[in-house]
């Protein structure tokens, strides 16, 4: 059974820092891309940043320069930090996971973690 969890999120101020972190269970890590998705009340799911099997990391134009994307195969992990956060970075930041190099995969969800900034 694959599971996702994320931890990390909560209330900060603007200008602030945040660590979000995912554990992942019941698939072979190596061979997934992992990422970071998020929704805003009354907006759809965006991407954040994705990091692929063999490291190479995209990050959507918003967040660019303020966060950061890493994987620990060893621990089955995947982290975002979150530098110089922004009222409109707040969102439920979820954890996804598919396997990398081919179509049609399934894609894993987490349950999400609230992230809010104040101003």
């Known amino acids: 059974q694959v599971q996702l969890v994320e931890s990390g999120g909560g209330l900060v101020q603007a200008g602030g820092s945040l660590r979000l972190s995912c554990a992942a269970s019941?698939?072979?890590?190596?061979?997934?891309?992992m990422g970071w998705y998020r929704q805003a009340p009354g907006k759809q799911r965006e991407l954040v940043a994705v990091?692929?099997?063999?490291?190479?990391?995209v990050y959507s134009d918003s967040v660019k320069g303020r966060f950061t994307i890493s994987r620990d195969s060893a621990k089955k992990m995947v982290y975002l930090q979150m530098n110089s956060l922004k009222p409109e970075d707040t969102a439920v930041y979820y954890c996804?996971?598919?396997?990398?190099?081919?179509?049609?995969?399934?894609?894993?969800w987490g349950q999400g973690t609230q992230v809010t900034v104040s101003s």
């Open positions: 990091i692929r099997s063999y490291g190479l990391t």
């Open positions: 996804n996971a598919k396997r990398d190099g081919g179509l049609g995969y399934t894609d894993y």
């Open positions: 019941g698939i072979s890590f190596s061979i997934h891309k």
